[in-house]
């Protein structure tokens, strides 16, 4: 019971053993089969995880079922399987399906498509749903919940310990007229009790006992991230059909260290104080860590911001396992956990808690969060130097979070999150409410307000750590903190994205394609400058040349793949106009054009060193987020300085998706395709096996590094023939220990020698022949993030002076670059295969 007390100073709580763990809870589990309800269905159907969904119409479990059929009037294609989402049950009153069970807990998934069905407007969706006494959700609106994350769809997760033999849910519409409720898809999945602890060992802290928590507590999935890993569907977790989503998107600022996965002589083992189903081992096998190098790592904590219901608790469950030599003694790494801004763990050594390499453990925490509405929860890792740790590191490989049941209030529900501010000119073709990016076929909690709360703020919101359950008897001192954070699905719809112009508004955009407005022209066609709406808002309106080798298809693409992308290093498009034969695109404004008219052939003045690392950066990171953040992999196909734009603050962001190929299966390693690129930038391991891989990106962009280095294009036939590829003559003259001597004169004297190395090297490795030898796009980012630092810490420190202008500092230039031999900061940076993602600009301190 949670007493009024706990909401008004930041203290500790005493709680005890979460649920006693029961032989029964397994008999259980083992007797008891899942159910898959497809609301408005008539028969059983297939979804994409091969799973049998029963149609509602003739189930068992409904027999006399009330309410309306319907079919989605619109099918996102970021849904993830037609079943359940495409039909649904709608209800004008109260109606109650009934499920017959086995007493225990379980797991109660209820997915929501808000779209039009037939004359019901999702908008007027405004309901509730009540099961065994408990309020699930009050007056929800799946709609304005959608929209407001930027997702086409919605799971919502609950975790219920059901008394009796049946299960009931009802759903009831809210009391406002007009007023609907409607749901896709119901789950119900048998589990033992994953909140149980075993007998807590004794706090040595200083810390109070914990307390129970009431065996009957019902909880709601807010978030379940594998943490440093890929998106684990519900096939990779088939025990509990749990999906674990991909951490980045909730990475504070750009602060996101390195990820790898385990080494190929570790084994992942379960000790026998915890049982295999607390987490798949693929969430153990991948890990975030904060990098290699000591000195950023002190200057930055590695930040997750989780937006949350306020006034609820919350139970924290972080999934450690040493995964990766040389950590395999005690004291090796060591360092805090803070949970909104509050110290909850000091010298957390992995090691200590698990009791050595490959060995899994986890730890719970419980807070308390204060007022209404939605705020954020911070969870951030720093290095604890109070023990002499041999690396100053921190590691976390999975993270859930669970919302607690307020057993006085007996409800779980939260407010309908604000809509997100809308451009008055939108439009929502085919009645779609939701709309957004599509993010993996995870559970996704509220992506609302991802945004940079003041830390003091949070301090006075969320109040306080409430419990440290210890979960791992190996050691007696050893602490286990149990929390599990399940996000809300949702998917991005394009629609309310991509608004589709009429051809008299372009003519009017452009004044009738004045001349005067032009940008540039491209292989699509010709880009002007445009004014929407009257309103002063200016836009980027590429018409198609009818002689374009670019035609239909390019278009196309271009519009189905960046209507469901909105990532800060991508160029927005914001709608399309395919009226009396024409093919337009109307993207964001890119102020300051593209970056080759800032590298050469142009009277534009040359940009410095540190701008240009930063423009790598971003240009780094959008290309990351195409290969690894959306819900599936997306090769560019042709990247290059004149598809990186750069918008009036100069931050970079990767344009012209034409030629783009999206490949669903993120496993894959390789699309075969026909070979498409722009010479001087195409893999040439690309055109001999005519497979698109990531690593086709990689080799483009490392052309595109040595071109910001060089400031010369990426051929020029006008040049000697050894001189004609600047691929090839940057690396022959690298190889020669002359690299420093066709870098761009504007830069001699701007760049420190280490940067300089990590630069040249990491490029170098990009355009490696074979593609197994190139770097991910992860490595590249850490690795232009890890120069950029080495470079301001010359600034900062004044290691190089006004000597550096003076023409004996080319020769310097020439010595660092050296030989062939590997540079300290390139094995720092990319050590072949391990590390699979990074992003680490400008970390701040606590």
């Known amino acids: 019971m949670m007493h009024p007390s706990l909401l008004a100073t930041t203290q500790w709580v005493t709680l005890s053993t979460l649920l006693s763990i029961a032989i029964a809870a397994d008999n ?14 008539s028969a059983m159907q297939l979804d994409s995880n091969n799973r049998s969904w029963d149609g509602d119409t003739s189930s068992t479990f409904a027999p006399s079922v009330k309410g309306l059929a319907a079919r989605a009037s619109y099918q996102d294609p970021s849904l993830p399987s037609l079943v359940p989402y495409m039909t649904s049950r709608i209800f004008i009153s109260n109606y109650t399906y009934s ?80 007023s609907y409720a409607f749901v896709n898809g119901i789950e119900i999945v048998p589990t033992p009790d994953i909140f149980t602890t075993l007998s ?49 998107p909730y990475i504070y600022g750009s602060a996101f260290g390195v990820t790898f996965s385990k080494d190929s002589n570790v084994t992942i083992t379960y000790p026998s104080t915890m049982p295999n189903y607390i987490a798949p081992a693929d969430v153990y096998g991948t890990a975030r860590s904060m990098g290699p190098i000591a000195q950023i790592n002190l200057h930055y904590s590695l930040t997750w911001i989780l937006p949350v219901d306020a006034g609820f608790y919350y139970l924290l469950r972080f999934h450690f396992c040493e995964i990766e030599y040389p950590i395999t003694k005690v004291n090796q790494r060591s360092f805090f956990i803070y949970i909104n801004n509050q110290t909850v763990q000091e010298q957390m050594d992995v090691i200590v808690w698990s009791g050595g390499i490959g060995i899994t453990t986890y730890t719970d925490y419980v807070i308390v969060t204060v007022g209404s509405g939605q705020m954020d929860l911070w969870v951030a ?34 407010l309908n999150p604000p809509l997100p501010p809308q451009p008055k000119s939108d439009v929502n073709p085919k009645g779609v409410s939701g709309g957004g990016k599509s993010k993996g076929a995870v559970p996704a909690s509220i992506r609302g307000a991802m945004g940079s709360t003041a830390t003091m703020l949070i301090a006075c919101f969320s109040v306080c750590i409430i419990c440290r359950l210890k979960k791992v ?52 066609g010709d880009v002007y400058r445009g004014e929407i709406d009257n309103n002063g808002e200016n836009v980027a309106i590429k018409r198609s040349n009818p002689l374009s080798v670019q035609g239909v298809h390019e278009f196309q693409t271009e519009i189905e793949l960046l209507s469901k992308l909105r990532y800060c290093h991508l160029v927005s498009l914001i709608g399309y106009c395919k009226e009396k034969n024409e093919m337009i695109l109307v993207y964001e404004y890119m102020a300051q054009g593209t970056l080759r008219e800032h590298l050469y052939n142009s009277n534009k003045p040359s940009l410095p060193w540190k701008q240009r690392l930063k423009i ?149 490795q990009c355009v490696a022949d074979r593609s197994i030898d190139r770097p991910l796009m992860s490595d590249v980012l850490w690795s232009l993030e890890a120069a950029l630092k080495l470079q301001e810490n010359a600034e900062n420190n004044k290691k190089f002076s006004e000597a550096t202008t003076s023409s004996k500092r080319t020769p310097d230039l020439i010595t660092i670059m050296g030989t062939d031999k590997p540079s300290t900061y390139s094995t720092m940076s990319i050590t072949g295969q391990k590390i699979i993602f990074s992003d680490m600009m400008h970390p701040q301190g606590r």
């Open 28 to 41: 259980y589990f083992s007797s008891s089969s899942p159910i898959f309800l497809n609301c408005g269905a």
């Open 99 to 178: 499920f017959p069970v086995i007493p225990g807990r379980m797991f109660v998934r209820l997915h929501f498509y808000p779209v039009a069905y037939g004359n019901y407007a999702s908008r007027d969706a405004y309901f509730g749903v009540t099961t065994n006494n408990l309020t699930l959700l009050d007056n929800f609106n799946a709609s304005q919940t959608a929209l407001a994350a930027k997702y086409a769809y919605i799971l919502r997760e609950f975790s219920l310990n059901v008394t009796s033999g049946s299960l009931d849910l009802t759903f009831f519409p809210s009391t406002q007229n007009g």
């Open 200 to 248: 807590p060992i004794p706090p040595t802290n200083g810390n109070p006992d914990p307390s129970d928590i009431d065996s009957m507590i019902s909880f709601q999935t807010m978030y379940r991230l594998n943490v440093g890993g890929m998106t684990i569907s519900p096939q990779g977790d088939s025990m509990f059909y749990r999906s674990w989503e991909n951490d980045s």
């Open 381 to 414: 890792l720093h290095p604890d130097l109070s023990s002499g740790p041999e690396y100053y590191d921190a590691i976390l490989n999975g993270l859930e979070v669970f919302k607690l049941q307020d057993i006085g209030k007996k409800s779980l529900a939260g």
């Open 473 to 524: 008897a190996k050691h007696s001192f050893m602490t286990d903190k149990k929390c599990m954070t399940y996000r809300t699905e949702f998917y991005h719809s394009p629609s309310n994205l991509c608004r589709n112009f009429t051809f008299d508004e372009i003519q009017v955009a452009t004044r009738n394609f004045d001349e005067s407005l032009l940008l540039g022209r491209g292989g699509f």
């Open 616 to 764: 790598c950066i971003g240009a780094a990171r959008g290309l990351h987020y195409l290969h690894m953040g959306a819900n599936q992999t997306i090769i560019h196909r042709d990247v290059k300085t004149a598809n990186i734009l750069l918008d009036d603050k100069w931050v970079a962001k990767v344009s012209d998706f034409g030629l783009s190929k999206a490949n669903p299966d993120i496993d894959s390693t390789h699309v075969s395709t026909v070979v498409k690129g722009t010479f001087g930038y195409l893999d040439p391991e690309y055109y001999r096996r005519k497979q698109l891989t990531q690593k086709s990106d990689v080799y483009s962009f490392g052309v595109v590094l040595f071109e910001i280095l060089c400031a010369r294009p990426a051929v020029n036939i006008e040049l000697p023939e050894e001189q004609a590829s600047l691929r090839d003559w940057a690396l022959s003259c690298q190889k020669k220990g002359m690299l420093g001597k066709i870098i761009d004169p504007h830069l001699h004297g701007e760049i420190s020698p280490p940067c300089l190395r990590m630069f040249a090297d990491c490029a170098k």
